[in-house]
Nanobody
């Protein structure tokens, strides 16, 4: 499956964005979808994941209450609206597709396909 992330940009602290990730190539609803982020000099960090149907989600503690993952299987797209952005949210955000629903883990190795990333920069 091919993944194309979009929606990043430069925003002020306290602002909001909505990231999107469009999938193509295979049956989107067969995949668990996740979002990760990577700041300069840091390891890739789990942000959020959603089950195949969209009925279950889980989040990194650092983003709970501000990030909301959702998906539209008819549009082959997963979304990540973000509110109350903080400078520490600055990173490249990646969407990923995997085949195992393992809530509470969020390891990059659980995902088989990755998008190219979209940059989010939050100014203070």
């Amino acid at each position: 499956v091919q993944l194309q992330a979009s929606g990043g940009g430069l925003v002020q602290a306290g602002g909001s964005l909505r990231l999107s990730c469009a999938a193509s190539g295979r049956t989107f609803s067969n995949y668990v979808m996740g979002w990760f982020r990577q700041a300069p000099g840091k390891e890739r960090e789990f942000v959020a994941a959603i089950s195949r149907s969209g009925g279950s989600t889980y989040y990194a503690d650092s983003v709970k209450g501000r990030f909301t993952i959702s998906r539209d299987n008819a549009k082959n797209t997963v979304y990540l609206p973000i509110i109350s952005l903080k400078p520490e949210d600055t990173a490249v955000y990646y969407c990923a597709a995997g085949q195992s629903w393992l809530p509470g883990r969020g390891l990059p190795s659980e995902y088989d396909y990755w998008g190219q990333g979209t940059q989010v920069t939050v100014s203070s």
